[in-house]
């Protein structure tokens, strides 16, 4: 009776999650190529045909990019809610009306053993919401792309098993970059994306005794690194008291390679 996960991509690039229980396989998001997708899947020894369904947290195309393909090819059904279905439109391509459900926000389905919870998020999408997966007394909270973490949004995914948390830039590499200042600022807005000391910040109020796993979510290309941000969450939750390695551990993600399927 345990959750199996994987993080399977994670980045500005392309975004995707994959869980199972002894009955159900869930992937959140497709945000590579049906290729790219398959791929993924191989990595960890899984078949995208087997899978149970696919929730979607938004339309950006980082987390949407694959989907039509995936489904279409494997009579996938997809959950999402009804601002994120109108805002998918045309960008999925067609998808068979038998292949798609509505999940409300800050709602919870059922499927056999596993009870999944839906909860919004402040991100400049049509209605954004990530989940939090509960089976047999554990709780894995996925939660990236928000501008900041509310406490309604703390109260839903505290005391997780593991966590897969947004971190997705230094604040000092954004502000230096490239970017043009009209994307700096978007990055920075409450709508925007949260960066390494916001993330721990949260992190730090959400941490509980069942915690063991953090991974360090969509991180961007342009404005961190695996080792600044892990150095930077490391700091800011010792700074509250709170010690990497004792009771819980950190753990990095990648854009293009999936993360070892980890029993909960």
């Given at each position: 009776m345990t959750m199996h996960f994987s993080v399977l991509a994670s980045g500005s690039t392309g975004n995707a999650f994959y869980v199972e229980t002894e009955d159900q396989r869930f992937l959140v998001d497709a945000g590579l190529s049906g290729k790219g997708m398959e791929g993924l899947f191989q990595q960890i020894g899984r078949n995208l045909s087997e899978l149970t369904g696919v929730l979607v947290t938004h339309e950006h195309s980082d987390h949407i990019k694959g989907l039509g393909v995936i489904a279409r090819k494997h009579k996938l059904p997809i959950y999402a809610n009804e601002k994120t279905w109108h805002a998918m439109e045309g960008l999925i391509g067609e998808v068979p009306t038998e292949q798609k459900f509505t999940f409300d926000m800050e709602t919870v389905k059922t499927f056999g053993s596993l009870d999944i919870e839906s909860f919004g998020v402040s991100h400049d999408a049509a209605e954004p919401m990530f989940y939090v997966f509960h089976h047999n007394g554990k709780k894995i909270a996925l939660m990236t792309d928000t501008g900041y973490v509310s406490d309604r949004m703390k109260g839903v995914i505290a005391n997780a098993d593991c966590f897969v948390f947004e971190s997705n830039h230094d604040v000092g590499m954004l502000r230096m970059g490239r970017y043009p200042w009209s994307v700096k600022r978007r990055i920075l807005s409450d709508v925007g994306h949260v960066s390494n000391e916001d993330a721990a910040l949260a992190?730090?109020?959400?941490?509980?005794?069942?915690?063991?796993?953090?991974?360090?979510?969509?991180?961007?290309?342009?404005?961190?690194?695996?080792?600044?941000?892990?150095?930077s969450v490391t700091q800011t939750l010792e700074s509250k008291g709170l010690i990497v390695g004792e009771g819980f551990s950190l753990y990095d993600t990648d854009p293009k390679t999936a993360t070892d399927l980890v029993t909960v």
């Open positions: 992190m730090s109020e959400v941490i509980g005794d069942q915690t063991k796993r953090i991974y360090l979510a969509h991180l961007s290309l342009d404005n961190n690194m695996k080792d600044l941000a892990r150095m």
